[in-house]
């Protein structure tokens, strides 16, 4: 039967709840709220004109308050009703303004020959900036000289705006996330975001620019594409910033999209296309890897390792005897009734890959994220499947609907081989349990996330943020950290003359870091702004047990293959999938070093400039 929101929160609460507080570990770096290694690639922090780090801006009824200074005061004529409107392709111009502008990395190691380090440059023995972080950009001097002052929306020559938006909050989630021990208080979120600034404007290179920080509360319900619109043009018209972040990246695409017609960065955002991304570029990033670097690696893991082999792990009564794996697809196009375009194109662009290999699909269907259609729609679906003759179904979808297929499943005593595409938190422990087990004991694939530690006390996150503050760090510190140190970092790499083009050519041409058991390739490109470069094999462990990614005991695990070994686009091996009995050494948590020694000396920042060049 179909499900009312109420019943919904009954019977999986946690599983929602947990959607908020984990929704940034699928989108960002390495580091969550059980302790994972905090590592990450870059990330930024900024304030407005005349607003210090603590400030808020309440936007409600279009009015922009809290928010010092000339760029902070005053009424937002037009935040509601039509925000919509503004050229979705402006951004066409920004990208004009700035070309042939040098960047602070390249080929030579510097913006316009910016010289590099000296003996007198305190750097990381590994060449890195000091800091805790394995994604510590690259070392630089520090800056004297002329940065160029007011070099775009949102910079001043001692100063760039850094937004980030906190949306309203759902009073039923919330009070599912503390009956579970899993939510945070607002103060602590906003302690978080005032530390991680302060930490990068003194430890990466800002160009003699504080780096400040002003949150903007949003106006309406956070599902409503209205209501992002609206907030996204209220920061971009009347703050004006240089960039806006989600403390979870887990904003859509009206806000996202809103914000780069206007010329503002956004780290906000989930996996889309690479349509998308180019679109709306030089603007919008991607902690995880772009929608279609799953389809790519899926197709390249088939073709290696699955095509022409029988179904050995899916269920007796779906598996005949040497009978070839079949391959189903399911995934998400929409939410209600609105179809999204990346669907589809992410689904042809599958279509194609497996071609190529002499592959296909048995049967391929979509739908759309609707509580309360699931039961009709899972009906159908696996009904589908069923009919197709497939013995092999990935899912590249949301974290909830497996909950309900894999049960539907069940109930048609229908038991195939799962792929796990690691999409959207599918490929997490915590939500693995949520699903039928019966039907996850089957389930395998590949994941953009990395073997976690337990430690949390060693994470870069924690030790981040108890480098400049004291007090409780919150849940989700290593999740927060990530959109502040991406930011932070296209600033170090964008060099003195800070554009929207600087700062992501900078982004693209700096090293790929990472590529280890806990800390996975990151590396950012045109074609793919996304960080995630690498995968792991993984697979369900029914009779395991341990720590889920909210420190919760319980049974069922999902393991890491092969010591955690991972993989690129291209670098697939041959031969029969490590996963279950076939898995020569698998490995749950790590005991790998998540982050450097960067305090083991016992210096402070308590009389430092307000940034590394600052003064």
């Not at 390249?106 to 910016?114: A, T």
């Not at 975001?193 to 990068?200: E, I, L």
């Not at 960065?265 to 030089?282: G, L």
């Not at 990935?394 to 974290?399: A, F, G, L």
């Amino acid at each position: 039967m179909n499900l009312t929101m109420k019943e919904l929160l009954d019977r999986y609460g946690p599983t929602l709840a947990v959607v908020v507080v984990l929704a940034a570990l699928v989108l960002l770096m390495p580091g969550n709220s059980s302790g994972g290694d905090g590592a990450q690639d870059v990330s930024t922090a900024g304030p407005v004109a005349g607003a210090g780090s603590g400030d808020s801006v309440a936007g409600g009824s279009g009015a922009v308050t809290g928010a010092g200074g000339s760029t902070g005061g005053g009424a937002t004529a037009g935040g509601g009703a039509g925000a919509a409107g503004a050229p979705l392709k402006a951004q066409t111009e920004f990208a004009k303004a700035a070309e042939g502008t040098a960047t602070a990395w390249g080929p030579e190691h510097g913006p316009g020959n910016y010289p590099a380090p000296g003996p007198d440059t305190q750097c990381r023995e590994d060449g890195a900036m000091p800091d805790f972080s394995l994604y510590s950009p690259r070392c630089l001097p520090k800056f004297s000289g002329d940065n160029g002052g007011a070099t775009s929306m949102g910079v001043e020559g001692d100063q760039v705006l850094l937004v980030r938006y906190r949306p309203q909050e759902d009073p039923a989630t919330r009070a599912t996330l503390q009956a579970i021990g899993g939510a945070d208080d607002p103060a602590d979120m906003e302690r978080a975001a005032a530390a991680f600034v302060r930490y990068y404007n003194t430890h990466y290179e800002t160009y003699g620019r504080e780096v400040k920080l002003v949150t903007f509360d949003g106006t309406g319900d956070p599902t409503s594409d209205e209501v992002a619109r609206a907030d996204a043009v209220t920061i971009a018209t009347q703050l004006k910033p240089f960039i806006v972040v989600h403390m979870t990246s887990a904003s859509g695409k009206a806000f996202s999209g809103e914000l780069a017609a206007r010329g503002v960065i956004c780290v906000c955002t989930t996996s889309n296309s690479r349509v998308y991304y180019q679109e709306n570029a030089p603007f919008i990033y991607t902690i995880l890897p772009t929608l279609e670097e799953y389809y790519e690696n899926i197709a390249e893991y088939w073709a290696k390792r699955l095509k022409g082999t029988p179904a050995k792990w899916a269920g007796t009564n779906v598996r005949v005897s040497n009978d070839e794996r079949k391959f189903g697809l399911i995934y998400l196009e929409g939410a209600g009734d609105v179809i999204d375009p990346d669907g589809k194109r992410g689904r042809e662009h599958f279509e194609g890959l497996l071609s190529a290999q002499g592959m296909k699909l048995e049967r391929a269907v979509g739908y759309t994220f609707d509580i309360q259609q699931q039961q009709q729609q899972s009906t159908n679906i696996i009904g589908q499947m069923i009919a197709a003759g497939v013995n092999v179904i990935t899912c590249v979808c949301d974290p909830l609907y497996p909950i309900f297929l894999t049960s539907e499943a069940t109930r048609q005593g229908y038991y195939p081989e799962w792929f796990i595409s690691g999409t959207a938190l599918t490929d997490t422990t915590f939500f693995g349990r949520t699903y039928d087990q019966a039907q996850w004991e089957h389930a395998y694939g590949i994941s953009p996330l990395w073997v976690f530690s337990e430690a949390k006390e060693n994470s870069s996150g924690y030790r981040t943020y108890h480098h400049v503050e004291d007090g409780f760090e919150g849940n989700g510190i290593n999740v927060w950290q990530s959109p502040f140190q991406l930011s932070f970092a296209g600033i170090h790499y964008a060099g003195p003359k800070l554009t929207p083009q600087t700062w992501s050519q900078g982004l693209f041409a700096a090293p790929a870091l990472g590529g280890r058991v806990n800390a996975p390739l990151v590396k950012f490109t045109e074609k793919d702004p996304g960080a995630i470069k690498d995968f792991v094999e993984v697979w369900w462990n029914v009779n395991g047990s341990g720590n889920d990614e909210l420190t919760k005991p319980g049974k069922g695990i999902l393991q890491k293959s092969n010591n955690g070994a991972r993989y690129t686009l291209g670098a697939w091996v041959s031969g029969l999938p490590f996963a279950f009995g076939d898995d020569p050494a698998p490995v749950f948590v790590s005991t790998e070093p998540e982050t450097f020694d960067h305090d083991a000396d016992g210096h402070d920042h308590a009389n430092d400039p307000p940034c590394r060049s600052c003064g």
